[in-house]
């Protein structure tokens, strides 16, 4: 089976869902938020050990949907090779820490529950990316249940050859430490870096202070 025949099944699944990117999406607006990246950096080199190693790829824990837009997508050959991430966040203390560095003013800013926030910073070495999907947020509702539930993409590396961000149509690049934007729920989205040096980014996942 040739690569365009791989391709076909991905395509019919998202003809199926109705995606398309003739259809334009209007992203919520961007912040410029002051975060001490360069500490967040510091910290990550210096607890390299702690963090958590895995490639992109079908997990038996995820929704139904979301298993299949990984299965879908090694289909296509997304792989160890080309989709690992190198993750800090999931263990508390490490949690705890990245919070720590972000301060109550950040969560405000973001109009998100400080205590039932989950921070995660992710690193993708030159040549690895997270191919498109949407999120399920199954670790967040495992541990806090349901609720209105947003996603925020943090950039905490400058922006550098190769790094990009792409939620539907809309491409983002050329940030700087401390760019911030929803994710919407539901929408594809992907991030990757074709680049020569690391691409570090936190996702922020949380309850909406109502």
Same mark, same amino acid.
């Given at each position: 089976m040739n690569l365009y025949e791989r391709r076909d099944y991905f395509q019919r699944y998202l003809d199926d869902k109705g995606v398309s990117l003739d259809n334009h999406l209007e992203l919520p607006p961007e912040s410029q938020l002051d975060i001490p990246h360069q500490s967040i950096l510091d910290w990550s080199e210096y607890n390299v050990h702690r963090a958590i190693v895995k490639p992109y790829g079908p997990r038996p824990f995820v929704p139904d949907d979301s298993l299949r837009q990984a299965v879908l997508a090694q289909h296509l050959g997304y792989n160890k090779h080309n989709s690992t991430e190198i993750n800090w966040g999931i263990e508390p203390e490490d949690d705890a820490q990245l919070k720590e560095f972000l301060g109550d003013n950040f969560f405000k800013e973001v109009n998100l529950? *400080?205590?039932?926030?989950?921070? *995660? !910073? !992710?690193r993708y070495d030159p040549g690895h990316c997270i191919p498109m999907h949407t999120d399920s947020y199954n670790g967040f509702k495992d541990r806090f249940g349901d609720g209105n539930v947003k996603r925020f993409f943090v950039a905490v590396s400058p922006w550098d050859w190769g790094h990009f961000l792409q939620i539907h149509d809309n491409m983002i690049h050329h940030w700087k430490p401390g760019y911030t934007i929803e994710v919407p729920v539901g929408v594809f989205h992907l991030s990757g870096n074709f680049g020569i040096n690391p691409k570090y980014t936190l996702t922020i996942t949380g309850f909406v202070n109502e």
């Open positions: 529950k *400080r205590e039932t926030c989950m921070v *995660r !910073l !992710l």
